[in-house]
């Protein structure tokens, strides 16, 4: 077995796909890793606006809070809508490009790619900051750590999403059941302590006041606060992932990720108030995490608290993972409208998009980099791009409504959509309203990068899709085929000297066309090599022209010509300038014969002439110049060795036209 079958499995036939779609239950830990994860960044950035206030700063995180499960509630009842109204992926880009036009659905799609690798990135510093909260020792490893995990989510993702939905299934549901139980049994003893339960180990002490509440601070945290949203939308971008039916499944998964949500954030900001815990500072030593304080105060540091502090880490850690199923999925639907580069629309070996799987893991590892793998860094980048995602699929399902109104058939259908409009109507008003919130709120902070980094992809993607409209209009013109110059070509082939290479291109270009020359260069290897060109010419004569000559043929001509820079591209591509002024109506076919590289070691003991003259062919030659290869074996290879195990079982597929 291959290193690479033995980490990402073998090779999946275009039949399996079905088989490798996922259930409500696989759902959750594969799209709703993202929406679970942030309950844990999400309450501790409001908390950490609050800082100022000090003790004080705790008495306001539920009305901080309050706004975000309302909108939380609102975005679940719309995102129903659109899983209903597009069952075959209704991503914002979907719903942007059907219903507002093209530059609308564009500024979704930058926004939607954006999010997706800040949610990577943070989801990941996140989790490695948990993990440092049980074990300060390793504070110092904060970027390796990021990175490593970055790996391992990667990997995984790349083996297919239903396996990553298995594989995250038991972290998934242990931080549930963990939190869950631990957010039961601090309300039951802050209830039977009236409000004012004591810690089994008591929360680091809070600082003092330094400013007074106002309303712009409360703004302040409710926009970074809203950074537990994100993921939300993630079960619309992917719904064509379920089995059937897939509508049912994806409601399923969808209402699931945002009851635990919304039950975990009115937990988080309940208790964080009744046991007095704040948010600290991740870049300083002994530094504790908002969860790690929370359960360290309900039930101790014991077996218990490191159980749940894992499950945090591990779906911090993978929450990555809903962008790692949803990123290359709205990749595909770009590309496939030629704005992305068409590789990201292409399957790879395990039935997932990988080309988007490794830009992803590439562009995530970058950022993880340039901001130190600290999540406190990377969170004002953040909220932009996931509201401007939402507000861009509410107003795109407003659009879409209003278009079913006029094509209703009776007044319980316009009833149902009016009251769609409505739901997808105050939607719009409400994410758009806190987009505004946030952008202001953190513009100083760092969302001014991504407010200027939306309109540069944005340019990206407009100069990916001229590049594309230009090649297809070349490559468009229609026609019967041209037979009307069917000259044979003028066929030149590159020669190191006589030897059994050079017999087999000589060979192959006899049979081509009677006009072939093998072009010779010399003082390739220096000044101070002598080369015999007399030698060469008669050896020539003897073993080429002669034989030519007995079979009927035209002998092929010898061209010896200097190279007095060393660089076997210069020569050639002057006589192949010269060949076109002789022959203006022929092709020229070069041929270059290559020794094949079989082993690693073989690529350090050759000169590579060969792959740079045909770089060098394909970029300057122009449309007159055919390159062929000619390849020399040193190990006579076997077809079978190219194909995979399943391959060779596969039997051979033919299509043959009907006539």
């Known amino acids: 077995m291959s290193i690479v079958n033995l980490i990402l499995g073998r090779r999946l036939a275009n039949r399996e796909y079905v088989e490798r779609k996922i259930n409500a239950f696989e759902g959750v830990p594969a799209m709703g890793l993202d929406g679970l994860g942030s309950s844990a960044y999400g309450p501790e950035a409001a908390l950490t606006i609050l800082i100022p206030l000090g003790a004080a700063g705790l008495a306001h995180i539920g009305t901080v809070m309050l706004p975000i499960l309302v909108l939380l509630a609102i975005l679940y009842v719309s995102y129903r809508q659109t899983i209903r109204a597009y069952p075959s992926n209704g991503g914002s880009y979907t719903v942007s490009k059907e219903n507002l036009g093209t530059y609308p659905s564009l500024l979704a799609a930058a926004a939607l790619m954006i999010d997706y690798v800040l949610n990577v990135a943070v989801g990941i510093s996140a989790g490695v900051g948990a993990l440092i909260s049980a074990l300060p020792a390793l504070h110092a490893y904060i970027l390796p750590l990021c990175l490593s995990v970055l790996v391992l989510v990667t990997i995984v993702n790349l083996r297919g999403t239903s396996d990553a939905g298995r594989a995250w299934a038991l972290p998934t549901y242990l931080f549930v059941a963990s939190f869950m139980t631990i957010l039961a049994i601090g309300v039951c003893k802050a209830a039977m302590a009236g409000g004012q339960p004591e810690p089994v180990v008591h929360p680091p002490e809070l600082p003092a006041a330094t400013e007074a509440v106002s309303i712009w601070l409360l703004l302040r945290s409710f926009a970074a606060g809203c950074t537990a949203m994100t993921g939300v939308e993630a079960v619309s971008n992917g719904v064509s992932t379920f089995k059937e039916p897939v509508v049912k499944r994806a409601h399923h998964t969808l209402g699931t990720i945002c009851a635990i949500l919304g039950i975990l954030l009115a937990g ?18 002994g530094y504790q995490s908002v969860l790690s304080q929370l359960a360290g105060a309900v039930v101790g540091r014991g077996i218990f608290y490191y159980v749940a502090i894992g499950s945090v880490l591990c779906i911090l850690c993978l929450s990555a993972n809903t962008s790692f199923v949803d990123f290359p999925r709205v990749c595909r639907l770009v590309a496939q ?43 004002p980048l953040f909220a932009v791009g996931a509201f401007l995602t939402f507000t861009m ?117 006899l049979r081509l066309s009677p006009d072939v020359a093998a072009v010779h260069l010399t003082a390739l290897a220096g000044p101070d090599v002598d080369e015999n060109r007399q030698e060469l010419r008669r050896q020539w004569s003897k073993d080429v022209e002669r034989p030519a000559q007995e079979a009927g043929l035209r002998p092929p001509q010898l061209v010896l010509l200097q190279a007095p820079y060393r660089r076997i591209q210069a020569p050639l591509l002057q006589l192949i300038q010269a060949t076109e002024r002789g022959h203006p109506n022929r092709l020229i076919a070069m041929l270059i014969p290559e020794v094949i590289k079989e082993h690693w070691w073989q690529y350090l003991l050759h000169t590579h002439r060969a ?49």
């Open 393 to 509: 699929s509410q107003l795109g399902m407003v659009a879409h409504w209003r278009r079913e109104l006029g094509t209703a058939s009776n007044a319980r259908e316009r009833h149902q959509h009016r009251a769609s409009l409505a739901i997808n109507l105050i939607g719009t008003l409400i994410t758009g309203t806190s987009l505004a919130i946030i952008i202001i709120a953190k513009f100083i902070e760092g969302a001014w990068i991504t407010i200027v980094v939306i309109p540069c992809v944005i340019l990206l993607l407009f100069a990916i899709k001229r590049y594309y409209r230009e090649l297809d209009a070349q490559l468009r013109e229609g026609g019967p085929l041209d037979l009307r110059r069917m000259e044979p070509p003028v066929v030149l082939v590159v020669t190191e000297g006589w030897n059994r290479l050079t017999d087999r291109a000589l060979n192959f270009a």
């Open 268 to 285: 988080i900001a309940y208790l964080t108030h009744a046991y007095g815990i704040g948010a600290m500072d991740q870049t300083q030593q």
């Open 611 to 659: 792959r740079r003259l045909r770089s060098a062919l394909l970029r300057y030659g122009g449309s007159h110049v055919i390159v062929i290869n000619i390849p020399w074996y040193v190990e006579e290879p076997r077809l079978e060795a190219g194909l995979d195990e399943a391959e060779k079982r596969e039997p051979l597929g033919t299509q043959q036209e009907d006539r």
């Open 337 to 379: 409208d030629d704005f992305l580069p068409r590789p990201f629309a292409v399957v790879g070996r395990r039935l997932v998009f990988s080309v988007g799987i490794v830009f992803l893991c590439v562009a995530s590892g970058i950022l993880l980099i340039v901001f130190g793998g600290i999540t406190d860094r990377l969170i």
